[in-house]
């Protein structure tokens, strides 16, 4: 009997509910959920608590943009890692490191350490996050290999990852202001090391490591890096980030500037519900077009959403086009990473998945200090120019060079 759904698979409808009826799905989702909500509240986190301590916005985007450069330059390594030697062997020591590293930056911007003890602080904190989420999209793809609820799957994980991003700056934010501004890194902490070690506790859900794996085919032994459509969607979402890192920074001064800090978190949670209420769309439908001429749809319309927000000077307003924004994020996320799975041999993922989210995070890195730095120098509604200029940058990219997104040769 085989893993995932029998062979009346390409005539079933690909939904939810039978995604979710794949044998033993439940045992690695449930933790899985778990150990990424953490994410949603790192570099929120960040932010509320060395503003709070330092009075800069800029200074806090910058250890927030530390954290997340240390994520994109790690994150690929540990993915190939947990392709060689199994998700486990990668988990229980990083989820470890990354408490005690986050433990050790809460301290010191407590004790009102200097910048530079802050930015060393937040290199570790950045490089041991867990690699959670492509993790779990990589035992979907053990699962589902050849599978049209592959797609389903896609649709799914971003659904997750979105839900995390409602609940996690609200929760981060709701501890940050109601009980210490140091509560919500502390309990992002808490929640990694708890989520993590349960996930990687659920051995038989995950992929055979590759050193054991017994191909033979030299394509799984190369690093994803060097398939040519992996190196596009990685600018992709690098202009992704850049909303994502935007939109925390700015809708943080936004709310500080009108004496409303309190509903920053939900704002932002505005903002990721639209993406993930898209996300349950486009799992929901069983869709003819290829993903890439989708991707070359939904990717203008997001740049084009992001367009209005400068211009937002109103709460009601800046709900009203973060939520659109939100919308146009989900389809772009979810058709990038179910191309990985044509351009992309099995062995190597995890891997590519985990290029794609620390590219994400590297984007909301940068996207974090440069709208710091001009929040600070001239005013709130400057910052929301960042998400506008990494999304068209990545269009550009994205426009010229889509023929790479072609699926690899059997």
């Not at 996320?333 to 989210?357: C, D, H, K, M, N």
Request: with cysteine; proline share 6%; aromatic share 6%.
């Amino acid at each position: 009997m085989p893993n995932g759904p029998g062979a009346d698979d390409s005539t079933a409808r690909a939904g939810y509910g039978r995604l979710l009826r794949t044998p033993h799905a439940l045992s690695f989702l449930l933790p899985g959920f778990a150990a990424r909500q953490p994410f949603a509240m790192l570099t929120i986190g960040i932010v509320l608590l060395v503003q709070h301590t330092t009075g800069s916005y800029g200074s806090a985007g910058t250890v927030s943009a530390v954290t997340g450069v240390a994520m994109a330059l790690f994150a690929p390594q540990s993915g190939k890692l947990a392709d060689r030697f199994g998700q486990t062997a990668v988990l229980v020591p990083g989820v470890i490191t990354h408490a005690a590293s986050v433990i050790l930056l809460t301290v010191l911007a407590l004790g009102h350490a200097p910048l530079w003890a802050l930015l060393l602080a937040a290199v570790p904190a950045g490089a041991s996050v867990p690699q959670v989420g492509p993790m779990v999209r990589a035992r979907w793809g053990a699962k589902l290999e050849g599978s049209p609820l592959m797609a389903t799957a896609a649709a799914f994980e971003s659904v997750t990852d979105e839900f995390t991003f409602v609940i996690g700056p609200v929760l981060a934010t709701a501890l940050c202001t109601s009980v210490h501004p140091a509560a919500g890194l502390l309990a992002e902490a808490a929640l990694t090391l708890v989520g993590g070690l349960l996930f990687a506790a659920q051995r038989r859900t995950a992929p055979v490591p590759r050193r054991s794996a017994g191909h033979s085919d030299g394509r799984t032994h190369g690093s994803a890096l060097a398939v040519p459509g992996v190196r596009v969607l990685i600018a992709v979402f690098l202009g992704i980030g850049a909303v994502f890192g935007g939109m925390q920074v700015s809708l943080t001064a936004f709310t500080e500037s009108i004496g409303r800090p309190g509903i920053n978190g939900v704002l932002y949670g505005i903002f990721a519900a639209g993406n993930m209420l898209s996300g349950v769309a486009c799992g929901a439908v069983r869709w003819k077009t290829a993903p890439r001429r989708r991707l070359l749809i939904a990717y203008p319309l997001l740049t084009l959403a992001c367009s209005g927000l400068w211009a937002a000077h109103a709460v009601p307003l800046l709900g009203a086009i973060g939520l659109l924004v939100g919308l146009c994020i989900a389809p772009s996320l979810i058709t990038g990473y179910t191309l990985v799975e044509s351009l992309v041999a099995p062995g190597a993922r995890t891997e590519a998945f985990t290029w794609l989210t620390g590219a994400v995070a590297l984007g909301q890195a940068a996207a974090a200090t440069v709208a710091g730095r001009l929040a600070d120098g001239f005013g709130a509604s400057a910052g929301f120019l960042v998400p506008l200029a990494g999304t068209a940058l990545a269009l550009a990219v994205l426009t010229a060079l889509r023929g790479r997104l072609a699926p690899r040769a059997l």
